[in-house]
């Protein structure tokens, strides 16, 4: 378990992103984080040492993202896991058999696959319903429910949760509310100050934001349950390991400089792609036409650059899908490099296909994550492409 400290919380945003967390090296005075690739720590005798017994315990490196990570959240506590579906795992294990969840149900994939085909075999049961209208959320609370689970803006549909509404059912229902803050990045909105009680990651995408580590993180404020899942987390042990915690780390610092770029760029394509005429629907919140686009202004700072598109037919959006030259054809999102894709066969092939149509998300949607590119070299990109896509 890590603690954020006050200094950690005192600068602004973008400097927290570079300094919060660290601690002085006392070998050399290293400044930046050493690799504490270790499993195990010299002990001075019998139940004396430095507080550092076994690796997937605690881990130097580790607390360094904790405490990063958690302080840009406005968080006092954090937890690296070894994917964002670890941190999932975890978050679910401090339920018991027969409680209940009601859940967003426009989540990630492989949100949806874990709750519905690994935790309802293990007990819990799940109502997943439209989170647009807060009030779903309160008509399939339950005497059991226990926890809230929303993510905001979803994937790929780019719907919004209204977080204070929500936060608010969940604390008159005296259930936990956990939200996947994966899209959105503390750099343009932090959950634990609407109402939430945990903040997921996966860092994976935009806080390690380099495409080269798989991570997730649990945020929170409060002490007691910063406990359990401390105990979680050492217990079940789904630990990341000390390099790919430096790697998040290192991207973390240059967090709110590449949202920045993201969101700026993201504004000017989702734009540009409005005016197209081969393209039918836009989704993204800051674009005006979005309905939910007050919310958005409401409880977001950014709006990021993940967009999605209609394009009316499935072969026109795989021969666009396939004829992106700096847009590269992969699975994931939130990396300096921009990526295109085909959620219905790619990230969503898990979803039921009469869930992936009453949610929007037909065969001819294609999801962006826009990088820090040149934008122009972006949008000549997207016009050729959408050209020979017919
Ligand atoms: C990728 C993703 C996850 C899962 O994280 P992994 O690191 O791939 O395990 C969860 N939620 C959202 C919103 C994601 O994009």
Redesign the pocket.
């Known amino acids: 378990m890590t603690q954020v400290t006050p200094d950690d919380l005192k600068a602004r945003f973008g400097t927290r992103a570079v300094h919060a967390g660290h601690i002085p090296d006392p070998l050399a005075g290293a400044v930046m984080t050493p690799i504490y690739q270790t499993s195990t720590y010299i002990q001075d005798g019998l139940g004396r040492h430095k507080g550092y017994e076994y690796a997937r315990t605690r881990n130097p490196t580790r607390e360094v993202l904790e405490r990063n990570v958690a302080a840009l959240e406005g968080g006092r506590h954090g937890f690296a896991f070894a994917?964002?579906?670890?941190?999932?795992d975890a978050v679910l294990k401090l339920l018991s058999a027969g409680d209940h969840v009601v859940s967003g149900e426009n989540?990630?994939g492989?949100?949806h696959r874990q709750m519905t085909h690994v935790w309802t075999r293990l007990g819990l049961t799940f109502s997943f319903v439209d989170a647009t209208d807060p009030a779903n959320i309160a008509a399939a609370v339950t005497p059991k429910t226990r926890m809230i689970y929303a993510?905001t803006p979803t994937?790929p549909m780019m719907q919004l949760c209204d977080l204070a509404a929500a936060g608010e059912t969940a604390r008159a229902a005296n259930a936990l509310f956990v939200v996947?803050n994966?899209?959105a990045t503390p750099c343009f909105q932090r959950p634990l100050e609407l109402g939430a009680d945990v903040v997921?990651h996966?860092?994976?995408?935009y806080l390690n934001g380099h495409s080269d580590m798989?991570?997730?993180l649990l945020v929170v404020n409060q002490d007691d349950l910063a406990e359990r899942i401390g105990f979680l987390q050492n217990s079940a042990g789904a630990v990341p390991g000390p390099f790919d915690c430096w790697l998040a780390l290192r991207g973390a610092k240059t967090l709110a400089l590449r949202m920045r770029q993201h969101d700026a760029s993201g504004r000017r394509i989702a734009e540009w792609l409005t005016k197209h005429p081969k393209v039918e629907r836009v989704y993204y919140p800051g674009l005006p036409s979005h309905p939910q686009h007050d919310l958005a202004c409401r409880q977001m700072k950014g709006f990021g650059g993940m967009i999605s598109i209609e394009l009316g037919s499935v072969e026109r959006a795989r021969r666009f899908a396939e004829r992106t030259r700096i847009f590269v054809l992969a699975e994931?999102?939130?990396g300096v490099e921009s990526l295109i894709g085909h959620p219905a066969s790619m990230t969503h092939a898990s979803v039921p296909p009469e869930m992936r149509r009453a949610m929007g998300l037909t065969d001819s949607l294609v999801r962006l994550s826009v990088g820090i590119e040149d934008v122009e070299d972006l949008l000549g990109d997207l016009d050729q492409a959408l050209t020979v896509a017919g």
Do not use: P, Q, R
Not at 83 to 88: E, F, I, N
């Open positions: 994917s964002g579906l670890a941190a999932l989540v990630y492989g949100t993510e994937n996947d994966t899209f997921l996966s860092t994976t995408k798989v991570g997730g994931s999102l939130g």
